[in-house]
């Protein structure tokens, strides 16, 4: 292949997204940085990009870090991006048109924990949004007498274990494997796997001594070689599509959105569409923002200015009236098409997350569009009718509707991952309405039904 082919290609083809989920303390933020500190020991300048909320990890740095394992010849992607904020509740705030932001998902799962309540949770998710997966059975140094070789590939660390040491992981992993299966996935060992689309795989994993690393960095770039390429071919100049991943106010900037763009570029200028909390949003961008590398953050200034960005990039948005924007919401860029076209696109999109709602039921508030959609999910299947659903903080209008439940079981708020504005406390303290917050969304459910059952106790 010569090397403009390489490049006319590549600039159709843009870097899969990859997100990372699994249990709390299971190692999903200690792998994330093992990954960016594997590629930035490497050396060489450019091993990562830095990101508003995603890191780039070229092609070439996946090579160099994976060795053997990845020839950059047989791939024509250019890399892959991680989201910085691991969990599903990120995962399910980086939605796109119809499914997932995400191209593919790491679950981390302690080798020694095996399945619990979030790892079901993430399961369920990448289920609902059909998201491809691997597993990574993280924490096999912990293995007894594991013996660790760091910065190998696992296939090479595995046989150079005792027969002992060997057995004790094979057990562990096996054990997930079986779990895996439970919940409906073919899976096994991820050397073992010949079809990935039939199978998931497993790739034992050390995020402490890196062991592994290598191995899960070539599962990840030769999955999407292989299966997703047709869904990374964009049209690069094309007006950008993103996914807000956060609405954030910055000194000097006012009210900014941290974006995901996952198609087209987006420009210093553009008229861009934004989902928001009553209405879609038309602006203008103002500025485009990108960390500035560590090494040079001064005091005042922590972003550099970008004329532009091409999908796939993380990038804060600056821009007039924003503050209404909700994270999880879609953002267009209008240049080259009617605006009201593009309004009605992003209306259409904002529809499909839409919460049914009953005469009777509970108030139910989150901090993104995601999970609010993953929360009503729950309380459908835990058939708990939903009066209103909405993102942003518990206000006071919210305790006010939950008050007019006739049934005390519903005179109930669930705020999934938000504050309550100080004038909705006082009026929560003034009323009989309950006020239930947390920030995993099965135990927001538990302690709901917890509290109906009790009072269902109260009553006999
Ligand atoms: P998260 O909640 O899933 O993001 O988990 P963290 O990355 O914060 O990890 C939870 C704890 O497990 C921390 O104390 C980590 O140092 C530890 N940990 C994570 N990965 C490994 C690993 O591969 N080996 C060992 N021994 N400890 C790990």
Redesign the pocket.
Known sequence: MSDSDTRDRSDTLRTPIVAVL?????????????VRGSAVSEGEAGAITQHIGATAVPLDTISGIAGSLVDPDDFDLPGLLFIDT??HHSFSTLRSRGGALADIAVL?V?VNDGFQPQTEEAIDILKRTGTPFIVAA?????TPGWNPQEGEPIQVTYEAQSDRARSRLDENLYEIIGQLSDAGFSADLYWRVQDFQANVGVVP?????GEGVPDLLTVLMGLSQRYMKDQMTIDVEGPGAGTVLEVKEEKGFGTTLDVVIYDGTLREGDEIVVGGLHEPIVTEVRALLQPKPLAEIRTEKRFDRVDSVGAAAGVKIAAPDLEDAMAGAPVRVVRGRERDVVVADVESELAEIEVDTEEEGVVVKADTLGSLEAMANALLEAEVPILRAEVGDVAPRDVAVASTAAEADNQVILGFNVDVLKNAQRELEESDVRLFSDDVIYQLVEDYEEFVAERQRAQQ
């Open positions: 699994g249990h709390v303390d299971h190692g999903k933020t200690s792998l994330l940085d093992k691991p969990g981390v302690d993280n924490k096999i140094d912990t994993v050390s995020a402490m001594t």
